[in-house]
């Protein structure tokens, strides 16, 4: 599909720019102090009152915040997390994105092609939308996979096989570059493991770290990479990406820190994810309203991707 190219002085004034550019460090240390406690939280609720509901509630919490954290940790791709870089690149990975397996390192050059060439050919995210509208069969059928865990299975190991097969020109190089892929996740994962089992049960590190990563966890990034692409139009940089509006609940649930403002990400990059809704009003106060790919709810965006 043909892009055009919206610069962002094009569509706001060098002030309003300015003011949706301001990085507030003390947000993001709330923000993942936040996600954590809730975490602790929800595993505790578990723990001190074991059944089936408190089990869910648990599992959908915890879910959810990891996808926080894999939010915080694309801001911190952008260097949106914290002012200083050391710090914004520190706090990224060993905060956000290595405990939940993830590696800005990787994520980083690969997401930054995604904003270079968003919907053409030579976006490395096009195969998450290209299939789009499917039939309602099919969308159930993928929601089955994300719920019992076999989408998680898929992609964990098709992330551990990639690693595993890294070439080195012997073997100790080879193990060399294996460790360094490996040793954020393994010793981040090794921290969690003993805070579980030493203030609740080990258990609860496969119950409630785990098992959310591969069922609610997957079914939200299923429906965010739907939402932010998948069914636009196509035409340019104000159509070829979605912003989705959301209630409170939702906000929680499936699109923690301002994620659903996808479009105002895509045209202000260097906009921390508190600033988006600001960088929203805005396009809206400078006329720009009818040329945006706007949608009321995800279940609209949901219905449009089904329509096959």
Known sequence: MATSSVKPLEVISKEQY??????????????ISSNWLQMSAAMALFFFYPNVITFLVALVIIGSRQFALAVLAHDAAHNLLFANNKVNDWAGQWFCAYPIFQDNRVYRPYHLKHHRHTETDDDPDLVLSSPFPITKR??????????????????????LSSIFRTKGDNVFNKISKTSNKLHGFLISNLIIFVLISTTMHWSLFLLLWWLPSFTYYSLIIRIRNISEHAVTPGNND?????????????RFLMVPHNVNYHLEHHLFTRCPWYNLPKAHSMMIENGYEDKMCLETSYKKVLLKAVSA
Request: aromatic share 12%; proline share 0%.
């Open 18 to 31: 300015e003011e949706i550019k301001e990085k507030q460090d003390w947000r993001n240390v709330l923000s």
């Open 138 to 159: 099919s969308f159930i059928r993928k929601v089955f996979r994300d719920l019992t865990g076999i989408t998680g299975v898929k992609r964990y190991w098709g992330s």
């Open 238 to 250: 104000f159509d070829n990406t979605r912003t989705t509006k959301s209630t409170v609940l939702t």
